[in-house]
């Protein structure tokens, strides 16, 4: 393996990406729980991340999740991204990995996962392109390839999707469309 955080070899690895797995609690939120007396209440979710996974699958980039806690926050959220590939409720995500892997037909290294805790560890370790947030775990920061400069929650997985567009030379092309000449350049 590389070394973490060189910035030649996150760029090589961003390149091959075809799918990309979030883990939620800590990465597409800021891992807060909010725990009324029915449960579950509440989950925040930044607008941004939302918008870079749309910009990833409009690339032809496939997106998953894959998360140990299960809730119906999640699932209507994937659901309001088109994200048809959500594992909720799997405490062994190594395990929910390979079954991603293999419904999907892609290889670990065309894979990006980022995560920001232990249980995201064997994730991390198989995925051909580790990513994780500011505000990991140290286990985590130490193994990704790539560190964003958001804390989770806080548009950490749209600074990974611009990351994986730029790299594979797709984000001017998506910027020209989604602008429609306001932009210039």
């Known amino acids: 393996m590389a070394a973490a955080h060189d910035p030649a070899d996150a ?18 939120t800021d891992g807060r729980l909010y725990i009324g007396a029915q449960g579950e209440a509440m989950k925040a979710f930044d607008v941004r991340d939302g918008h870079g996974i749309k910009l990833l699958r409009e690339a032809g980039i496939e997106v998953a999740i894959l998360t140990a806690r299960s809730s119906e926050i999640v699932a209507r959220r994937a659901a309001e991204l088109g994200l048809t590939r959500v594992l909720q409720g799997q405490s062994d995500k190594g395990a929910g990995f390979t079954q991603l892997l293999a419904d999907t037909g892609i290889a670990a290294d065309r894979c990006a996962y980022i995560g920001d805790d232990w249980p995201d560890l064997p994730c991390l370790a198989r995925a051909g392109f580790a990513a994780t947030v500011a505000d990991a775990c140290d286990e985590a920061r130490a193994i990704a390839h790539w560190i964003t400069p958001a804390a989770g929650g806080r548009g950490a997985v749209r600074q990974l999707a611009e990351f994986i567009l730029r790299a594979q030379g797709k984000y001017g092309d998506l910027l020209r469309k989604h602008t429609a000449g306001v932009l210039h350049g």
């Open 11 to 28: 760029l090589a690895r961003a390149r091959r990406v075809a799918l990309l797995v979030c883990d939620v609690d800590g990465v597409l």
